[in-house]
């Protein structure tokens, strides 16, 4: 069956996705949920949990109001937690959809009207539920503060790159000083991660940058959005990537390889391979555009299976090759947080 | 600065329970699941949540039936050897809305089966929010598994919406997980431990004690090795329920296989325990002997305030105690209980009460009200006690007293005072050190 999964874990999901665009950036985000989804974002998918502070909670739902679609409580609540913390000085509120609002038809328009107006901040509505991956919510995330915050035009600053994507479960790290360190020894002066040690102010300026950078595909449509709106350039390409893996990967030679990640960080590890036959496959986001002959997204672990057999060795988060315990070829570890949640 | 909301012991006493302050009634604000708790709020996380639970039934495997993000930190668990246990079948938008994955679920036992090459003892069967909102009948589902494969299916409630109801997710879980057992002759020198899913501390007196009392097999799930030493707990004459939510478990045991039951509570003052074991020897017909155990916990007491009378603690409710039952027994051995972050519920303000007479400035916060955002400590406190009250002062000497090895009755009170003694001692020995 296509949906049994015999041999891994679920995968990172949409709301912890758009849960780790906005954990950096001074609101107060309410996961739509009873209590499961954010442990599970909090205790597994959200690694600055432990290290950083964030106004992250959970609605705490329970079986009436969901039955009886009591989304008033829900933004009485949301009140509340904003005038307790506002020695905190919140500059926006978030509604996280999970299963929950998914099943019940909540309109998040709705809940976002009706908490703009009890608390006085602009409110983000995400409908996320769940059953998507972690770069589909982390991409409506993106779009929804850049529509909402970063409206105006501004004087464009030469050497600053905007990133998109950077979060902890593409990069598997919960700060952003080495992937600035590697775009700065590429020649920018300025660098930000959008959400990964910076804050709302850089979302507002947006338009600042010189250039954008989408080092997933979760930062693609943002990237996109903010091309059109201010005509700034954009480029997709993953600049770190794990030294062990790197060096692994370029000692094969003449090897079938298959490498599995995030689309951005499998092709810039392939562009790492010389006289290798390599595809790149994912299971999150495949663009065609960025894809080569021979390339696919794994939508079953049987895809997987079948495939497998075609390659000398395979590169991926050691996680997945538990669905291979019968492949005879190479394996290469190639962390991703977003599957096995191991920090670099 | 200490902006997190707290109310005097005094305070909420005279308030009574009827009137709680919002800031401690979870269904009144948003819930703050801060590292100090997360194990403790989210039904499905660390511990025995139900995942882990359900799958006490030795040789048995679990189907969890979800969105992803339901299952997602269940690769906690692997690291503890339960990924050749786990299933998922993943949920996608259009069956989260219409239930059209219910028909999915035979034929994934089915193929789960087959890839196993040998058939598990039962198949758990675990649901989350989305089929409580749909309202699945779970157990027509279970039958149709069962039939398409031949093994035994159980449900496993997830389900995080219920978890203030009369009857929460982790009490439905035992139940399922002593659902397998059929109804067997039973006999009058055995009994079964409920409540715990991990075997208790083994040195804890209630073994002897019972077995002097003439019961040759005491049972409990965590002992289990194998599905039939699971299958002969339904032989137990009795079961002894050590946490209240194994009481509905309890009930069903009696009202499926006659088997009757006497709860205990978990307390930490010694006269309160003599108190209970005297009364479980009067039902149960015979006498518990617990002169030895009560004076190596009263001995333990004394010692303790001998060292550390007057010693200012915080207590926290992610351990192995009622956070309030727990406050007053230190307040009787003669410590200061300077901070309690726990839950209030009507069982435990009695404790409250006696507490306030006792220790009226104890300060009471909860967990997870949104205000524990600003909490710092601004009073005087040495040591911490739980998981979570350790995490508020990670400076501290402290005890998590959160082993999943439960423990019990005078064993408690003598295994929490001498770990807390070494760790207040260890600290001030770090902190001489320092200087």
Known sequence: MKKLLKYISPLAPDDSGACAVLYELGGVVVICDAGGCTGNICGFDEPRWHEKKSALFSAGLRDMDAILGRDKRLIEKLGAACRQLSALHPRFTVVIGTPVPAVIATDLHAVRRMAEKETGLPCLALDTDGTAYYDTGAEKAYLALFETFAKEACPVRKGRLGVLGATPLDLGLTRADRLTAALRAEGWDEVICMGLDSGIDEITAAASCEHLLAISPAGLKAAEYLSAKFGTPFTAGCPLLPAETVQAAAALNGKRVLIIHQQFAANALREKLAGCTCDCATWFQFHRKYAQEGDFRITGEDILREKAAQYDVIIADRDLMRMLPDYKGGRIDFPHYAVSARLL | MNNAYYITASELAARGFA???????????????????????????????????????????????????????????????????????????????????????????????????????????????????????????????????????????????????????????????????????????????????????????????????????????????TFDDYAAMSRANF?????????????????????????????????????????????????????????????????????????????????????????????????????????????????????????????????????????????????AIGNDAMYYHRDLPGVGFNDEAQTFGYRGVTLLLSQLAKAIREGRQIAEAGK
């Open chain 2, 19 to 225: 009137d709680l302050p919002e800031e401690l009634t979870q269904a009144k604000h948003l819930i703050y699941s801060s590292p100090a708790t997360l194990d403790f709020n989210s039904p499905g996380a660390k511990g025995f949540g139900v995942k882990r639970a359900g799958l006490c039934v030795p040789g048995s495997v679990m189907l969890l039936v979800a969105p992803g993000c339901c299952g997602r930190n269940t690769a906690l668990l692997n690291e503890l050897g339960y990924h050749e246990r786990f299933y998922y079948l993943l949920l996608d938008d259009t069956d989260i809305v219409t239930g059209r994955h219910l028909k999915k679920i035979p034929e994934a036992c089915a193929e789960i089966c087959e890839s196993m090459g040998e058939n598990p003892s039962a198949i758990m069967i675990c649901v989350t929010c989305v089929d409580a909102l749909l309202g699945t009948d779970m157990e027509r589902v279970c039958r149709s598994c069962e039939e398409k494969t031949g093994v035994p299916a159980v449900p496993a409630y997830m389900y995080a919406l219920t978890r203030e109801k009369r009857i929460p997710p982790m009490g439905l879980t035992r139940k399922s997980v002593y659902s397998l057992l059929k109804k067997q002759k039973r006999h009058a020198d055995e009994c079964n431990l409920l409540g715990f899913f991990a075997a208790m501390d083994s040195e804890n007196e209630i073994y002897p004690l019972l077995k002097h009392a003439g019961l040759n097999a005491v049972r409990e799930i965590g002992r289990c090795g």
């Open chain 2, 239 to 383: 079961n002894l329920v050590l946490n209240p939510e194994a009481r509905y478990a309890a009930q069903d045991l009696y009202e499926r296989l006659g088997i009757p039951f006497i709860e205990l509570t978990r307390v930490y003052r010694p006269e309160k325990i003599r108190n209970q074991y005297r009364l479980l020897g009067q039902a149960i017909g015979k006498t518990l002997d617990d002169t030895r155990y009560y004076a190596e916990a009263v001995q333990a007491v004394e010692a303790f305030r001998k060292d550390f009378a007057g010693l200012s603690v915080a207590v926290g409710e992610c351990l192995n105690a009622d956070s309030f039952e727990l406050a007053l027994s230190l307040t009787e051995f003669g410590m200061h209980v300077a901070e309690i972050y726990g839950t209030v519920g009507e069982r435990n303000f009695v404790y409250l009460k006696k507490l306030a007479a006792v220790s009226p400035e104890t300060r009471i916060y909860s967990n997870l009200s949104p205000t524990m955002l600003g909490y710092e400590r601004d009073c005087d406190i040495r040591a």
